[in-house]
């Protein structure tokens, strides 16, 4: 999560919650339910008046007809192209000697879907290649390595590593596909010119000879991981690998004898998380684990772990060896530390705060960091041991893929971001749109966010599982944005995926923390802006092994899904999907059931027509409020639930706010139901090789948002054209 927060966690204090009883045919298979044996209080829930038992809708029998196939609706109401733009900088690589001429350019990669490599000068201050990745390739770049000697820059996308040659900057060419690998994480060379790295979901490193054109895939490191996310190669031919999310630990082997692979122990003790950096210095290795501040160095002639290194290097980034010495910074100032006893010295201030590289020079060091809009270069002079020179270079922002949407009362479209942070918005009546302030340094990726009321809009953030409160009515320049509580902490969650509201309460539940099974459950009271209780099953999760991924809510109940799928790196849970009622005032399980056995996951429970509906990658499910029994399934599309693995939101499902008509969404393709009509409508769009996402909302407008392609907002034409 990117910068300070702003206020302190607060304590948390636990109490149990004792007497909890399931209501239901069902209590026999349900004692994994129980929310009981732990609940933790943020702080004590405001007194406030109970509300009123919400009256039971009455269920419209059309729901339950028989739905014909109808006419295709072609087109959009409103297309908004490049609905979320940005600039979120991943990574940069100083392509020394560039085209053989002696010259420094740098190689920055940049979150989106276009402008996702860009070539700088730092000599002249501006980029001058902008370049969009092949759309066959994917567009997260994962990692950069630069040939000097063969004059090529590799990236790797996806599961395929790329080459770029400066001298046809247009042209991208695949170098390697790394079968299974859907990440290839961490290109390195060796001394041969050899490209190697790691993998996801394989949990093995690769080895590919560029002249050959031989791959090779290593065996898996340890049966608990699907990581090699670090990977370094030292000067003894050795490489080195970390690994996570469970167990997170080192490994090393000979480049020679891949074979014979030896783990070396942590001198600390970490459940879940990852080995965050591994830096070869001389004869150590620096390494940094998830969790732990300080970073650990290794002696590798002796394989003993050394004092540790308190003194933290901001971004865990170091400069190459430069004379015996290399450079890190902490705090704002620039240290030079030697390699042998790793005797340190502070020279002098900078202004760099993102740390992207450090590159020494002759006599200088160039030290690259983020802004708000590009990169900050300072020309740090060991002579003077102050920065001589600063040049600021603006870059081209990116459209981001949307991850999340929220239609809200003031008429806007609030959008989240894959891999960025803050928030977007776009009203679709007047079409302004703003990003949030600079100072924002609060919300990362947005999995799920929710409104209150006018004044409140409660968003869940990706990284910590942060619950943030954003004061909407402001204009943008003063709008706040505040982290309310920290889940990952206390909780091991991750992910904030399932929202819902009514009169008094706002609710949350999670996806747990790479490494960990199980999310929870909690409540936010809106009058304190504090969690009032977190319900997590003593640990194991509310629904055990399962993520709390859709939830709705009327003044007495709160209505969920869940997903068998838990956090990265541990299997998914042998079950179906599971939806659940609650009492809120006792917090009773008054309902299970899994009414889509081939389902892993259900998605966005909404109470409509009198009939909770909730969505699966085939169609919608209409269940009883009270007794939870499946009362019809309409299936509107050919896509498998078994085709896919279970997600978090690979579907999704709004009905339109006069109950008529429910619209879903899944496997690239939008359908319309139309109760009133008796029919089901294809939303297709004009070109064949658009996609829509799964991602829906209802605007202030009454109208039905989707996106097209990713990057782009689109209101949904709900009818077909009159003949």
């Not at 170091?318 to 790793?342: D, E, N, V």
């Not at 389902?599 to 966005?604: E, R, T």
């Amino acid at each position: 999560m990117s910068g300070e927060e702003r206020r302190e966690n607060r304590s948390i204090a636990r109490r149990s919650l004792l007497g909890l009883a399931v209501v239901g045919g069902t209590a026999a298979g349900l004692s994994f339910l129980f929310p009981d044996r732990r609940a933790s209080e943020i702080s004590a829930p405001s007194v406030t008046p109970s509300p009123s038992p919400t009256p039971k809708p009455t269920p419209d029998m059309r729901y339950l007809a028989n739905l014909k196939s109808g006419k295709e609706i072609s087109g959009h109401e409103k297309v908004f192209g490049r609905a979320y733009s940005t600039l979120k900088i991943l990574e940069a690589v100083p392509l020394t000697n560039y085209r053989n001429s002696s010259k420094l350019r740098l190689a920055v990669s940049v979150v989106g879907h276009i402008n996702e490599l860009q070539i700088i000068d730092p000599s002249v201050g501006n980029a001058i290649h902008t370049l969009n990745l092949p759309d066959d390739s994917g567009h997260v770049i994962d990692s950069m390595v630069w040939d000097e000697p063969r004059q090529r820059l590799y990236v790797s996308v996806d599961g395929s590593v790329l080459a770029w040659n400066p001298a046809i900057p247009e042209q991208f060419n695949t170098l390697v596909d790394v079968e299974g690998a859907s990440v290839a994480y961490e290109l390195r060379l060796d001394s041969s010119g050899n490209l190697w790295g790691g993998t996801y979901p394989l949990g093995a490193s690769f080895n590919y000879n560029v002249e050959s054109k031989k791959l090779r895939v290593f065996d898996r490191v340890a049966e608990d991981t699907d990581y090699i996310r670090r990977l370094a190669l030292d000067g003894r031919g050795r490489v080195w690998m970390g690994t996570g999310s469970r167990n997170p630990r080192l490994f090393t082997f000979e480049a020679g004898k891949p074979d014979a692979v030896r783990e070396i122990n942590l001198p600390v003790d970490v459940a879940h998380g990852f080995i965050g950096s591994i830096d070869p210095i001389g004869h150590y290795l620096a390494v940094t684990v998830s969790s732990v501040s300080e970073q650990l160095i290794l002696d590798t002639r002796t394989m003993k772990w050394h004092e540790p290194v308190t003194r933290v290097w901001a971004s865990r980034e170091i400069s190459k060896a430069s004379s015996g010495r290399f450079f890190s910074i902490t705090a704002g100032h620039l240290h030079s530390t030697a390699f042998q006893g790793m005797d340190d010295k502070q020279l002098g201030k900078v202004e760099a705060r993102g740390i992207l590289c450090i590159i020494p020079q002759n006599g200088r060091i160039l030290i690259i960091s983020t802004t708000t809009d590009g990169i900050l270069c300072e020309t740090f002079d060991l002579g003077l041991n102050r920065v001589r020179a600063t040049r600021e270079i603006r870059l081209t922002p990116s459209a981001i893929k949307i991850q999340s949407l929220l239609g809200h009362s003031d008429g806007n479209i609030y959008i989240g971001g894959y891999k960025a942070n803050g928030v977007a918005a776009l009203n679709p009546e007047t079409g302004v749109r703003w990003n949030s302030g600079d100072d924002e340094q609060v919300i990362n990726q947005i999995e799920g966010m929710v409104e209150y009321d006018q004044n409140k809009t409660y968003i869940g953030s990706y990284g910590s599982a942060d619950l943030v409160l954003m004061e909407t009515p402001q204009n943008n320049a003063d709008r706040k944005y505040d982290r309310i509580a920290r889940l990952l902490t206390e909780y091991s969650q991750s992910r904030p995926f399932g929202w819902a509201s009514n009169s008094s309460s706002v609710f949350f539940g999670t996806v747990p923390e790479y490494g960990v099974s199980g999310g929870v459950l909690g409540k936010i009271d809106p009058a304190t802006d504090t969690v009032s209780w977190v319900l997590d099953g003593d640990g194991k999760g509310f629904v055990s092994g399962h993520s709390i991924i859709g939830l709705a809510a009327d003044e007495s109940h709160l209505y969920g899904t869940t997903s068998v799928r838990n956090g990265y790196g541990v299997e998914d849970t042998k079950s179906p999907a599971k939806v659940f009622k609650m009492h809120i005032a006792s917090r009773k399980i008054l309902w299970e059931t899994s009414p889509v056995e081939s389902a892993g996951a259900l998605y966005s429970p909404a109470i409509t027509g009198g009939w909770l509906a909730v969505a699966d990658l085939q169609g919608v499910a209409l269940l009883d409020l009270d007794s939870g029994q499946l009362k019809k399934r309409h299936i509107v599309n050919n896509v498998k639930n078994t085709s896919y693995r279970p997600g978090w939101l690979a579907a999704d499902v709004r009905a339109t706010p006069d109950g008529q008509k429910m619209v879903h969404a899944a496997g690239g393709g939008i359908t319309v139901l139309d109760y009133v009509a008796g029919t089901t409508h294809s939303v297709v769009s004009t070109r064949s090789h658009d996609r829509h996402g799964t991602r829906l909302t209802v605007g202030a407008d009454g109208h039905v948002y989707g996106i097209l392609n990713q990057t782009t907002l689109v209101q949904l034409a709900l009818e077909p054209e009159l003949p």
